[in-house]
């Protein structure tokens, strides 16, 4: 099973940086950042009206999206429009993952091995095969109750 902290990680939205650690991030200035607030594009953290801002993890991708949208000659609204859509799609994908993956193994630095959930409907688990050096994905299926061999899944490919 993958551990409850890596589960936590693919769920969890609290982690928080200040703008200034942001700024340094993405390459966009403080002052950006405010417009971007102030035309509702980003969200700080609602805090004293003395503390700096600070940004939960989903607006920092947003922030780097939106630079990325910029930097490719997007408007500023636009540019936000499709990091929006594109945010949407990654929390779409993180919920699944954070369901789906029952395990991740890396082998010899070389091939990284998810597996995937149990499908009820075939009563067998995906195991998803990653080679680093070729960049080739492949899969197996096998039935639940089998235990995996991962020196076998790799002898397969």
Same mark, same amino acid.
């Given at each position: 099973m993958v551990g409850a902290s890596l589960k936590r990680l693919l769920e969890n939205d609290q982690l928080v940086v200040g703008i200034s650690e *942001? &700024? +340094?991030i993405v390459g966009v200035s403080p002052r950006q950042l405010r417009y971007w607030e102030q035309k509702?594009? /980003? !969200? &700080? /953290? @609602? %805090? +004293? %009206?003395?503390c700096p801002r600070k940004y939960r993890l989903p607006t920092? /991708?947003?922030v780097e999206l939106i630079k990325k949208y910029l930097d490719d000659r997007f408007t500023l609204s636009k540019a936000a429009e499709k990091a929006e859509i594109r945010q949407k799609k990654m929390h779409h994908v993180r919920k699944v993952f954070s369901k789906a993956i029952k395990d991740i193994e890396l /082998? +010899? @630095? !070389? $091939?990284t091995i998810l597996q995937i959930g149990n499908f009820k409907e075939e009563n067998a688990k995906m195991y998803i095969i990653h080679d680093n050096e070729t960049d080739e994905l492949t899969y197996k299926l096998l039935p639940v109750d089998e235990k995996a +061999? $991962? @020196?076998? *899944?790799?002898? @397969?490919?």
């Open positions: *942001l &700024s +340094d509702g594009f /980003i !969200r &700080s /953290i @609602e %805090a +004293d %009206a003395n920092v /991708i947003k /082998i +010899d @630095e !070389r $091939y +061999d $991962y @020196e076998q *899944l790799l002898k @397969e490919l």
